[in-house]
T-cell receptor
């Protein structure tokens, strides 16, 4: 049973560029959430997608956007990259309900130079 | 003041010791409480998930929640070198979605031989 898979594992971008990160949820899960984890910090909630719509959003600027596809996979897009966007980006999946625990992937390590 | 406070450690214990990890929180809306384990260069792995006050046991792990004091704990019995990792507490409000987790900064644990 495949868990949450993310690609790529590592990425290096230049300030001002745009990046797309991808996530496939755990089998049977239909909800995808994205988190940003800076070095030495806990993950911070970016947003959540359910039924192809953004259901809830954290305190992140509009440069961060996402999409969910009919097969429940998801993308995270970040425009106009800043040095401060360097972090581990984690995707987590769960099953529909509000009380369902999250299962995380191993993340994409983004470095902005 | 952060909504969730967690001592970053590092915490070093000998093999076989009982480990106690703790978090305090200030938001009384938090109703769901989780503990995740994160190995270096990996995503967080769900260890414990609880809703009510009191204790919940799973193998060597016991999660304790005291809502009146806004204090949660994770106990690890008979600690092993393989338990060396960062432990993250996380919480969510009942009225929102349990996918929007607020994490502590994580406590780094080292179990020595």
């Amino acid at each position: 049973d495949a868990g949450v898979t993310q690609s790529p594992t590592h990425l290096i971008k230049t300030r001002g560029q745009q990046v797309t990160l991808r996530c496939s949820p755990k089998s049977g899960h239909d909800t995808v959430s994205w988190y940003q984890q800076a070095l030495g910090q806990g993950p911070q909630f970016i947003f959540q997608y359910y039924e192809e719509e953004e259901r809830q959003r954290g305190n992140f600027p509009d440069r961060f956007s996402g999409h969910q596809f009919p097969n429940y996979s998801s993308e995270l897009n970040v425009n106009a990259l800043l040095l401060g966007d360097s972090a581990l980006y984690l995707c987590a999946s769960s099953f529909g309900g509000y009380n369902s625990p999250l299962h995380f992937g191993n993340g994409t390590r983004l470095t902005v130079t | 003041q952060k909504e969730v406070e967690q001592d970053p450690g590092p915490l070093s214990v000998p093999e076989g010791a009982i480990v106690s990890l703790n978090c305090t929180y200030s938001n009384s809306a938090f109703q769901y409480f989780m503990w995740y384990r994160q190995y270096s260069r990996k995503g967080p792995e769900l260890l414990m998930y609880t809703y009510s006050s009191g204790n919940k046991e799973d193998g060597r792990f016991t999660a304790q929640v005291d809502k009146s004091s806004k204090y949660i704990s994770l106990f690890i019995r008979d600690s092993q070198p393989s338990d060396s990792a960062t432990y993250l507490c996380a919480m969510a409000a009942l009225t929102g979605t349990a996918s929007k987790l607020t994490f502590g900064t994580g406590t780094r644990l080292q179990v020595t031989l």
